[in-house]
């Protein structure tokens, strides 16, 4: 059978999700399984945004407001920014994706950090598009490097700030240097997922209005991480306008489905429980710091709700121990695995669990 796959899908890698809790005790027979693996939220998410879904379970059989127009107002009317300056999506991945195919032909080039979120070299690929890939410099975006390597062909270039799977970041003056040398002719993605979790006050202020200062800017931000509401699927970008305009030609039509709408515009009202959230990875990062220090063993100090530990052994190694013992990490590059913060309980419980395997 000869069917005719596009040519781009050949250097693509599928993404590869971390194991279900359940195959995971299946596979081993354990009761009881924690998984750090995909930054998810620990307290779950708002109650409100909870009560939410259940009052619009009523209404399953209707399609989604197409525009998520009451969405978009409160997002709005949270940061204080125009309507027509927000773009809700299925997930900022989506975003990612429709970006790619906004911006990107083939030939054109794509600039990113090595190592960084994985979807962005996907959707570059698949436009046929080349990623050119900068390596990052002490555990951080090279921010220089990205910008020596601009090219007349450069249409895109992807930052994560905090990055993942690092948890570095790049401050305010870091950024707007960075700015300063990138044509405007470029679109600068800025992908804040994990944002929310900063600490180190010298991040880059009030950065979902980057974009009004920076036209070719597009800030992505999500209701997956310190909202808790990853299985909805929902994110939201800001930008100007006339990015949003062509981008929303080809979005889907229903793209953020109902009940992601609502739970979305709960949680966000419901700003008490983003500040649990905040203190509860706060005390769970200096836990980590603290017992890692104690162990001997290196880590990358974080600004997001992940931590990347160097374990000195090969990672998939570690990751295939910690799984046995009802553990599932992150394997991220060589020695380096990434684990989610987690409630206290499973922050000592994979410390402990690491000690066993690791013999520290
Ligand atoms: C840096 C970064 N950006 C974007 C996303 C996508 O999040 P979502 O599609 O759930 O909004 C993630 C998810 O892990 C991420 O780590």
Request: aromatic share 10%; proline share 5%.
């Amino acid at each position: 059978m000869k069917l005719p796959f596009r040519k781009e899908l050949e250097v693509i890698k599928p993404y590869v999700p971390g194991k279900p809790i359940e195959d995971v005790q299946k596979e081993y027979g354990l009761q009881h399984v924690d998984k750090l693996a995909s930054n998810e939220n620990p307290l779950n998410c708002s109650p409100q945004a909870i009560e939410a879904v259940r009052k619009e379970a009523e209404n399953l059989a209707i399609y989604p407001d197409g525009n998520a127009t009451e969405l978009k107002k409160a997002i709005a009317e949270f940061y204080g920014v125009k309507t027509t300056e927000v773009m809700p999506t299925n997930g900022s991945d989506e975003m990612v994706s429709l970006i790619a195919e906004t911006f990107l032909n083939a030939g054109d080039e794509a600039i990113q950090a090595d190592i960084t979120f994985t979807s962005y070299i996907i959707a570059v690929n698949m436009m046929g598009a080349t990623p050119v890939v900068v390596p990052l410099k002490d555990f951080k975006l090279d921010l220089d490097g990205m910008a020596n390597a601009i090219t007349e062909k450069t249409k895109v270039i992807w930052l994560c700030n905090p990055n993942n799977p690092t948890g570095t970041m790049f401050n305010e003056q870091e950024l707007h240097d960075f700015m300063k040398k990138v044509p405007d002719n470029i679109v600068v993605v800025y992908d804040e997922a994990y944002n929310e979790f900063v600490t180190d006050p010298s991040y880059p202020s009030e950065s979902y209005k980057l974009y009004q200062k920076y036209p070719n800017m597009i800030v992505m931000r999500t209701f997956s991480k310190i909202y808790g509401l990853a299985a909805l699927r929902v994110g939201y970008s800001l930008a100007q306008e006339e990015i949003l305009q062509e981008i929303n030609k080809i979005r889907k039509a229903f793209n953020v489905n109902r009940l992601a709408q609502v739970a979305a515009i709960a949680a966000l009202k419901d700003q008490a429980f983003v500040k649990k959230v905040y203190e509860l990875n706060k005390e769970g990062k200096e836990f980590f710091y603290k017992a890692f220090d104690e162990m001997g063993v290196s880590y990358v100090p974080t600004e997001a709700n992940h931590i990347y530990v160097d374990v000195q052994r090969d990672c998939n190694e570690v990751f295939v121990e910690l799984q046995k013992r009802g553990m599932i990490i992150r394997p991220i590059n060589k020695t380096f695995i990434r684990i989610t913060i987690g409630t206290m309980e499973q922050n000592e419980r994979v410390i402990a669990l690491l000690k066993e395997v690791l013999g520290k």
